[in-house]
C-alpha cells in the first residue's frame, strides 16, 4: 500500500505539472531604469508590441519601467537595451532575431533594427520624464500617450492611439488611430506635422501661435478655432499671427480639428 500511494503521490505531481506547462495564463517580466538626462537631450523608447506611457517627472531623474507579458512566447527572450549615446537615452524592446531580415538592433534615432515575426509579447514602458528632457516614444502596436509634459515630445506609432499635452512643441503621427495633441508654445523652430490615415486629428495651440496652416482629409470634416481658407475640397490652408513655420495636420479618413487654446 505505502507503495502504491508513492506511485498514486508521482501520478498527481506529474500531472499538475503537465497542467501548469499547458496553462494559457499570460506570463510576465519586469525591467526598471532610472538616471539623469541634461536639458535638451532626449529619452527615446523605441517599442514594437506594446503602449508607451509618459508623464511628467516631479524631479530632475527619468525613470523608465517596462511590463513584459506573454501568451505563447517567453517574455524572457524580449530584451530591454539602454543605449547611451549624446542625445540621451534610448531604451529599446529587442525581440528574437528573425531569420532572413538583419538583426535586431537598438539604436537612437533611425540608426538600429526592430522587427519581430508572430511573437505576442507585449511591452508596456512607463516614463517619467523632467522638464526639460525630450520624450520620443517609438513603437508599432499600440497607443503613445503623453501627459503633463513640461518639454518637447515626438510620438510615432502604426496602430495606435497618440495623445499628448505638453507645456513645449509636440509632432505626432499614426496611421490607424486618433491623434489628440495640445502644445503650449506659440513660436517654433521646425515645422509640426500630425497624422493619421484611419482617425481624426485634434491639436490645439496658443492663441498666439504664428504659423503656416493646411489642414486636409480626404474622408471628413475640417473646423478650425482660426480664420482659414478653403483651398479645394478637403483642404484648408492659411495663415495665422505673422505666419511662419508650418503646422500640418492630415488624415484620410477622419474628422480634422484645429483648436485654439489659451
Known amino acids: 500500500m505505502k507503495v502504491r500511494g508513492g506511485i498514486l503521490l508521482v501520478a498527481l505531481v506529474v500531472l499538475a505539472s503537465?497542467?501548469?506547462?499547458?496553462?494559457?495564463?499570460?506570463?510576465?517580466?519586469?525591467?526598471?531604469?532610472?538616471?539623469?538626462?541634461?536639458?535638451?537631450?532626449?529619452?527615446?523608447?523605441?517599442?514594437?508590441?506594446?503602449s508607451i506611457i509618459a508623464s511628467a517627472a516631479t524631479g530632475n531623474t527619468v525613470m523608465v519601467s517596462a511590463a513584459k507579458e506573454g501568451q505563447q512566447d517567453d517574455p524572457a527572450n524580449v530584451e530591454i537595451d539602454?543605449?547611451?549615446?549624446?542625445?540621451?537615452?534610448?531604451?529599446?524592446?529587442?525581440?528574437?532575431?528573425?531569420?532572413?531580415?538583419?538583426?535586431?538592433?537598438?539604436?537612437?534615432?533611425?540608426?538600429?533594427?526592430?522587427?519581430?515575426?508572430?511573437?505576442d509579447v507585449d511591452v508596456t514602458f512607463t516614463v517619467s520624464v523632467p522638464a526639460g528632457v525630450e520624450f520620443v516614444g517609438t513603437t508599432v502596436n499600440g497607443s503613445v500617450s503623453g501627459t503633463n509634459l513640461q518639454s518637447n515630445a515626438f510620438a510615432t506609432t502604426v496602430n495606435g492611439d497618440v495623445t499628448i499635452t505638453t507645456t513645449q512643441l509636440a509632432t505626432a503621427t499614426?496611421?490607424?488611430?486618433?491623434?489628440?495633441?495640445?502644445?503650449?508654445?506659440?513660436?517654433?523652430?521646425?515645422?509640426?506635422?500630425?497624422?493619421?490615415?484611419?482617425?481624426?486629428?485634434?491639436?490645439?495651440?496658443p492663441s498666439g501661435t504664428n504659423a503656416e496652416v493646411r489642414l486636409a482629409t480626404a474622408n471628413g470634416s475640417i473646423s478650425s478655432d482660426f480664420t482659414l481658407t478653403q483651398a479645394g475640397p478637403g483642404d484648408v490652408r492659411g495663415t495665422i499671427g505673422s505666419g511662419g513655420w508650418f503646422l500640418r495636420l492630415a488624415t484620410a479618413n477622419g474628422n480634422v480639428a484645429l483648436e485654439r487654446g489659451p
Do not use: M
Not at 491623434?179 to 515645422?191: Q, S
Open 82 to 119: 539602454v543605449v547611451t549615446h549624446a542625445g540621451g537615452v534610448t531604451i529599446c524592446a529587442v525581440y528574437p532575431d528573425v531569420p532572413g531580415q538583419p538583426l535586431n538592433e537598438c539604436a537612437p534615432g533611425n540608426q538600429g533594427h526592430l522587427s519581430t515575426r508572430d511573437n
Open 174 to 205: 499614426t496611421v490607424n488611430g486618433p491623434v489628440t495633441v495640445a502644445i503650449g508654445l506659440a513660436d517654433w523652430d521646425r515645422d509640426l506635422v500630425f497624422s493619421s490615415v484611419n482617425g481624426d486629428v485634434t491639436v490645439e495651440v
Open 18 to 50: 503537465v497542467r501548469c506547462s499547458e496553462s494559457t495564463d499570460p506570463v510576465s517580466q519586469d525591467f526598471e531604469w532610472s538616471g539623469t538626462i541634461a536639458q535638451g537631450d532626449a529619452i527615446e523608447i523605441k517599442g514594437v508590441n506594446g
